[in-house]
């Protein structure tokens, strides 16, 4: 991922796909080139940040560069890669031009969720008898991405494809005032979308629904290509009976159906319909941006309570507060270790951990995506976190000018013990009360609160009046001896419900509370 894209999805902004098909297969270089930049303007200008994803060299790039514009653009040997496609174009180091299909997985698995294309793919002409029917829908129909794209291509059969996006599960809304389904080129298709949304707000809300229901679909918004550039409806149908006359005659089908019909389309209509896909991929990319913007406030107000009640079908999240850490384990090759300054052989290896992380981590990885609060410094260590945590909801972490990341340094045995262990933990003391209370509703309507010892003792007591106040599940994980006995100092820790000590934290708990300890204890190991 780039580091611009990474960024702003760790900082909530808006992030808007693109896919890259359109510049390896759709136009002619250099056409295509100054499109895909013109596009990527249009989503900056319109207060998003463009990520543009393809394959270079067998490994998916979510946001190009420059010159990776270029080499896709400029590229003859670049494959069209779709779902199927992925898994041989990556094992082979090739490269390539993502499809809608390709792009979404992309884009999901990034974590953007609004997506803007041309137009998708669908059932083609005569699909109920060569079963020719694109991967855009099925990947729709199983991947939660919002497409903003200017209906399909009206190459296709657009009834048929809108009856196997409703067998697929996937809402549809067309775009603006009208529930005229738009047909690419044209806007008019002669068939009416589900629904129809008025404006971005409107499109943000639709989306923002879909996605906190878990429905695992995606959203297709269907915008009409702008009036004074949209081709006439009867030379561009005039033109798709030629043109696929023309490709039955040679056997043209599949993957290169498509392309062939769009530049055969272009050129029976001296130019026209190229002007009209030009026009309607910079007037999506504008559409999508502000869908993208809005969508980006809303989850913003939703996250710090700054709207009001109401009835929500989205589940509530987790939330585990708690320290993100880049961890050095340092193990010894030979069974003792030497000291006065010698050098030990050894394995050194990095981690991310962090007690916090780590239960982010596996709650995410179990489907439940937890709200996440924590701090990182701004420097090569939190770019690698961040990086390495995209799977999880890491939007509220604060991220610090001037301060360090956590790091640990821990040198172990050949047998796997403990035998000396160095932090740089400041940062830790960040994330105060005044900052989790940021996210009090969040709190307070969480079916569980997981909290580390790393926490300052304020920001835990804090958490425990509020799970007393509201009956919360909260799970204490101490950490370790020295800050396992925080919830202890007072009466916090009767609000808690779960925790998870070693027996030395344990022994650290009990002479908090004054109790002494059972026979045998003081010496166990």
Known sequence: IQPSVQEALIEGRPVVALESTIITHGMAYPQNLSMAREVEEIVTTNGAVPATVGILRGRIHVGLTDEELEFLASSKNVVKVSRRDLPFILSQGLSGGTTVSGTMIAAHKAGIPVFVTGGIGGVHRGGENTLD????????????????????????????????????????????????????????????????????????????????????????????????????????????????????????????????????????????????????????????????????????????????????????????????????????????????????????????????????????????????????GKDEHSESILHYCHHMDMSAVLQLEGKSTATYCAVITSAGELSVGLGDMDIHHQITEQYVSQFKENLCQAPLVCIDGNVPLSTIQYVCQLAREHQLAVCYEPTDENKASKPFLSDSWKALTYISPNLQELRAINRTLGNPLPAGIEYSE
């Open 133 to 376: 029917v694109s991967a855009d829908l099925t990947e729709l129909g199983r991947t939660p991405v919002a497409v903003v794209s200017a209906g399909v291509k009206s190459i296709l059969d657009i009834g048929r494809t809108l009856e196997y996006l409703e067998t697929q599960g996937v809402c549809v809304a067309a775009f603006g005032e009208s529930r005229e389904f738009p047909a690419f080129f044209s806007r008019q298709s002669g068939f009416q979308a589900p629904y129809h949304v008025r404006d971005e707000e409107e499109a943000a809300e639709l989306i923002a629904s879909a996605l906190g229901l878990g429905l695992s679909s995606g959203v297709l918004i269907a915008v009409p290509c702008p009036q004074e550039r949209a081709a006439s409806g009867q030379v561009i149908e005039e033109a798709i009976q030629q043109a696929l006359s023309e490709a039955r005659s040679k056997g043209i089908t599949g993957k290169e159906l498509t392309p062939f019909m769009l530049q055969k389309i272009n050129e029976l209509t001296d130019g026209k319909s190229l002007d009209s896909n030009l026009a309607l991929i910079q007037n999506n990319a504008r559409v999508g941006s502000c869908i993208a913007v809005a969508l980006s406030k809303l989850q913003k107000a939703r996250r710090t309570g700054n709207l009001p009640r109401r009835e929500d079908t989205t589940s509530p999240q987790p939330v585990v507060i708690g320290g993100i850490n880049v961890d050095f384990i340092a193990k010894a090759q030979n069974p003792v270790i030497l000291d006065g300054g010698q050098t030990n052989a050894g394995r050194v290896r990095r981690t991310f951990g962090g007690v916090g992380r780590n239960l982010a981590d596996c709650l995410s990885r179990l489907g439940q995506t937890p709200l996440f609060l924590s701090a990182v």
